[in-house]
């Protein structure tokens, strides 16, 4: 049985590190939030911004068994397209070589105040997989959506900005030796807590620290492993991104 | 229906860990709400950039008192969770407030030594001891005059030794790590400074935690 | 100060999203024995009496259209189709009214509950308890629950036919994986433990899949990962692969997840002879050293004269899963007289003379491979097949001998359905 009180410090400790990193961002004029992408501001429209991250989740030790826990990395792509009204049309490509997801959405920016914002969003996305190699012959391919809602503060110097997302999966389908193993369609999934803090890290580019919480039954990226199982497992990951 | 786990899910549950978690969180924010109240927030750090264009790399020196925090279900008898750790960090500083590195050491995680042991295989001495060698990517900030927050994950090389029943084995595997440190320094010179670290670390193969007390040493070799 | 407000605000909400708390399925128990403790034993006849395959007339919405009803030893298991979902219930007699108290559980989730019923005395318990003949509907009447909590959900079985008896003849072994499940399935005992190997004939298996390892000292145990690790033991003072060590130092020193020791073969082997009624044992090869083959062998053979001095039906399989075990387990003396169950070629198994071919679940039913050993008077098990809905096509299509699955309650239900 996967031990979580030592993750569950870990995120103790981010919490209560990142509180403390927070009193360096003085109250000062907005300077951040046009390097950001993750705080949740309207972008003009026809523009764009860009951003390259590298994620790494630790996987419960029941799905992965003897396997290394700590997986190999996910690398993302996202864009964002400023829309008019405050609309934002955001893509992003997650792979791992083996798997790949392409998401497409929306999302729409409500600015209340000066410095805290929200938005809300929709996203789809389609993710397959294949492995061929060292004795595997499986793919698998599946549509997730993800309803989510961000809430974000603009310190000056520091964004802030916590996602929280639903995941939900309408169809799902796994292959081993041309058989098909498994397939299931519309079951919620789980979901997933992100808090992003991003500010510049050199000159004008921007990097991005994140959290997540996943609470998933299937985990995309580690399809190959995934068991009969039907419950939900604590998926925490980090992601560290740059914008380009 | 969808919605009806989504509701189960969302439900708190109500048991003694939720329980004490929810108070750690809460005390938690209360210990920074009063920290806020007195802080004085930072325009700058020790040995920071002297303009805003100014570059630098700094390497820190520390070791100091290790104690291992991490939850045995067996706790054998002789298990000592305290030793010594060391650690090198070399930090690049650019003109923002975020500043990014990489750290690496050895620390001792645990050992246990019992002579005598009475076992229903007999009698036998016991030395095990287990040491990890974290290398991580590390990113501070510095929240107040002369502190600096760290957060770091990456790898860690754990090794362990064992001896009993006339046996000794010698194993190594690779293991996730995080750290999260507070340091207090300061300046001795422009580029020296000493002081010292509290710092957690966490390697996740044997779900294994550390706390540990340094003094630390920091030099800020290069400038541009 | 507004600003922390927020950060605070938005932090703790991340601390109390961060953690779940590990999904614990312990066997739910009745306070002071429930009921039970105040009824007589059932008579084997008896017993025999409520095997057979029951319609639901209420709970199919949880437990599916039909159940299958089996005894193991003192135990009745009630196999259900829906969500791998199974009863363990334990049975007493007083004033000709049967009682059943046990569990229920679905084995690919965490939900699980209490469960009582009874063979009210005009519905067939008169019946049940004693010589007459059956006059009018057999039905099983009581209630489940949710974890702990007391039964209250209504379900009630009524008898439709017995058990084919052809299936009770023919030799189909339900083996299961790893001695009885996964620590991922939160099974009640470890994997490869002693523990669970007593209590597997519960859930269906007439056979059971382990894994040998050699400690240092060249001692076969059962573990099946390559290291002592989190998922397996629980958090002690050793840590690394299980050939770095001894006997001495793993008996002494290293607790299975659910706090049992790591078994010797000899002593798993022991227990299946003595203390269950299983029909077969797969010994899979786990491990990087040489010289496996050679270290159990002769406790299998020891197992297997024991078994016969006893009157048991029992057969120990040497494993083949890899060409490295291959080559071994050719270089030992008279291996073509050793039992052996062979997953690689068709070639490998005549090569080896082993007596069962076990390929993996998804290179297909093969029948007209199967038929073929089958005709040289081999068996095929085929490996590891745990979704219900393939294993209902295996049974019904297939002509497999034996099934290695992680779900032996699943196999269970949709052979003796049949």
Redesign the interface.
């Known amino acids: 049985m996967t031990n979580l009180k030592p993750l569950c410090t870990a995120g103790a400790v981010l919490s209560i590190c990142t509180m403390l990193i927070l009193h360096a961002a003085p109250a000062q004029t907005l300077g951040t939030t046009p390097g950001t992408l993750h705080y949740p501001v309207a972008i003009d429209p026809k523009g764009i911004k860009t951003m390259f991250a590298v994620s790494f989740s630790k996987m419960p030790m029941d799905v992965v068994e003897e396997s290394a826990s700590i997986r190999w990395p996910l690398f993302t792509l996202e864009a964002h397209y400023g829309l008019p009204e405050n609309f934002i049309l955001n893509g992003r490509i997650n792979t791992q070589i083996i798997t790949n997801h392409l998401l497409l959405g929306g999302k729409w920016v409500y600015a209340p105040y000066e410095r805290l914002h929200f938005s809300v969003g929709y996203d789809l996305a389609y993710w397959f997989g294949q492995l061929k190699q060292y004795g595997f012959n499986n793919t698998a391919h599946g549509w997730i959506n993800y309803p989510n809602l961000t809430v974000g503060y603009d310190f000056g110097k520091v964004a802030l900005s916590v996602k929280g997302e639903l995941n939900i999966v309408t169809s799902h389908t796994l292959y081993a030796d041309d058989i098909e193993v498994s397939t299931d369609q519309n079951f919620f999934n789980g979901g997933s807590f992100t808090v992003y803090l991003e500010q510049p890290l050199w000159k004008n580019t921007t990097v991005s620290l994140a959290y997540r919480s996943n609470f998933l039954k299937f985990y995309y990226p580690e399809w190959l492993l995934f068991p009969t199982i039907n419950q939900f497992y604590f998926i925490p990951e980090l992601e560290v991104g740059f914008r380009l | 229906m969808v919605f009806s786990p989504i509701i189960q899910w969302l439900l708190p549950t109500n048991t003694t860990y939720n329980n004490m978690k929810r108070t750690i969180a809460l005390l938690a924010a209360i210990g920074i709400s009063l920290a806020s109240v007195y802080a004085q927030p930072s325009d700058s750090s020790p040995a920071s950039a002297t303009s805003d264009t100014l570059y630098s790399l700094t390497a820190y020196v520390s070791g100091g008192y290790v104690h291992n925090v991490s939850e045995f279900t067996i706790s054998p008898a002789g298990l000592d969770r305290g030793g010594m750790g060391f650690a090198v960090r070399i930090m690049w500083k650019p003109e923002h407030l975020l500043r990014m590195g990489l750290e690496t050491g050895r620390t001792h995680v645990y050992s246990v030594k019992q002579e005598g042991l009475q076992t229903a295989y007999g009698k036998t001495d016991v030395n095990m001891t287990l040491n990890a060698t974290p290398i991580l990517l590390v990113f501070s900030m510095s929240p107040f005059d002369n502190l600096d927050v760290y957060v770091g994950g990456g790898s860690a090389f754990l090794s362990s030794d064992a001896e009993s029943f006339g046996s000794t084995s010698a194993t190594s595997s690779l293991s996730g790590g995080a750290m999260a440190a507070v340091s207090y320094m300061r300046p001795l010179s422009d580029a020296w400074s000493i002081g010292g670290e509290a710092k957690w670390l966490y390697f996740d193969k044997y779900d294994d935690m550390v706390v540990s007390l340094q003094v630390m040493v920091s030099f800020r070799f290069l400038e541009y | 100060?507004k600003?922390?407000?927020?950060?605070?605000s938005?932090?703790?909400?991340?601390?109390?999203?961060?953690?779940?708390?590990?999904?614990?399925v312990p066997i739910p128990v009745f306070p002071q024995g429930g009921f039970l403790s105040q009824t007589y034993p059932l008579s084997a006849q008896s017993k025999a009496k409520l095997e057979g395959v029951y319609l639901l007339e209420s709970g199919a919405d949880k437990f599916g259209d039909r159940v299958v009803m089996k005894w193991a030893g003192d135990y009745l298991s009630v196999f259900t189709g829906k969500?791998v979902g199974y009863f363990v219930l334990k049975g007493g007699l007083l004033d000709s009214v049967v009682f059943l108290e046990g569990y229920w559980r679905?084995q690919?989730?965490?939900e699980t509950g209490l469960a009582q019923m009874i063979v009210p005395r005009d519905e067939g318990g008169r019946y049940v308890v004693g010589d007459t003949a059956r006059t009018g509907t057999l039905r099983i009447r009581g209630n489940v629950g949710s974890g702990n909590g007391v039964p209250d959900q209504p379900v009630v079985f009524r008898y439709e036919r017995p058990i084919t008896p052809s299936l009770l003849t023919k030799k189909f072994q339900i083996i299961a994986h790893r001695a009885g499940g996964?620590?991922?399935?939160h099974i009640p005992a470890s994997e490869n433990s002693v523990e669970l190997i007593k209590i597997t004939e519960r859930f269906g298996s007439t056979g059971i899949e382990i894994d040998v390892r050699l400690t240092?000292?060249k001692v076969p145990v059962l573990y099946?990962?390559?290291?002592l690790?989190?998922?397996l033991t629980?958090?002690?003072?050793?840590?690394?692969?299980v050939e770095?060590?001894?006997?001495?130092?793993l008996?002494?020193?290293v607790?299975l997840?659910n706090g049992e020791r790591i078994p010797t073969l000899e002593e798993a082997l022991d227990a299946v002879v003595t203390q269950t009624n299983l029909k077969f044992v797969w010994m899979d090869t786990k491990t990087e050293q040489s010289g496996v083959i050679t270290a159990y062998v002769p406790i299998a053979q020891k197992a297997l004269q024991k078994a016969a001095s006893m009157g048991r039906d029992l057969e120990i399989c040497a494993g083949i899963p890899t060409q490295e075990v291959l080559d071994e387990f050719l270089a030992y003396p008279n291996y073509q007289s050793v039992p052996s169950l062979c997953e690689l070629t068709p070639d490998n198994v005549r090569a080896v003379n082993a007596r069962v071919w076990g390929p993996?679940w998804?290179?297909?039913t093969q029948n007209d491979q199967v038929r073929a050993f089958q005709a040289e008077g081999r068996r095929a098990f085929t490996w590891t097949l745990?979704?219900p809905r393939?294993i209902e096509q295996y049974i019904r299509e297939g002509v497999f001998d034996g099934i290695l699955t992680?779900?032996p309650m699943a196999v269970a239900y949709q052979y003796y359905i049949q």
């Open positions: 100060m600003k922390l407000i927020v950060a605070q938005l932090l703790l909400a991340l601390f109390f999203s961060s953690c779940t708390n590990p999904a614990d969500s679905y690919n989730s965490t996964r620590t991922s399935d240092k000292d099946h990962d390559g290291g690790n989190l998922r629980q958090k002690g003072p050793m840590v690394g692969p770095e060590y001894t006997l001495a130092e008996k002494s020193f607790w997840i993996r998804t290179q297909g745990d979704d393939f992680n779900y």
